[in-house]
């Protein structure tokens, strides 16, 4: 099996900063794409960022600019850097891998982390 571990919420003002992490362990034998949901209250989970294995990058428009996603592959971990916060960046953010496990070399698995919270205060 995979886990996924996040790090990193917590509660800042508009104009602050966080950066998440999420390290990824278990039977791994490769990760292709990574990345970062948010899903706020009543509403469905959305794309914030992601990075595939070459390092190729897609940011949802609301966060572009802002938010820096990055990739460390020797620790199969991902981070999420996050400028210029404001209140509607508020949301439980989950850490998304797509992985293709050593008992399983031809299948590509999605696993998602725990959540974790970030919430802006204006």
């Known amino acids: 099996q995979v886990q996924l571990v996040e790090s990193g919420g917590g509660l800042v003002q508009a104009g602050g900063s966080l950066r998440l992490s999420c390290a990824a362990s278990?039977?791994?034998?490769?990760?292709?794409?990574m990345g970062w949901y948010c899903q706020a209250p009543g509403k469905q989970r959305e794309l914030v960022a992601t990075v595939n294995s070459g390092g190729t990058t897609k940011y949802a428009n609301s966060v572009k600019g802002r938010f820096t996603i990055s990739r460390d592959n020797a620790n199969n971990t991902v981070y999420l850097q996050m400028n210029s916060l404001k209140p509607e960046d508020t949301a439980v953010y989950y850490c998304n891998a797509v992985v293709t496990t050593k008992q399983a070399k031809n299948i590509m698995y999605n696993y998602w982390g725990q959540g974790t919270q970030v919430t802006v205060s204006s």
């Open positions: 278990g039977s791994i034998f490769s990760i292709n794409a």
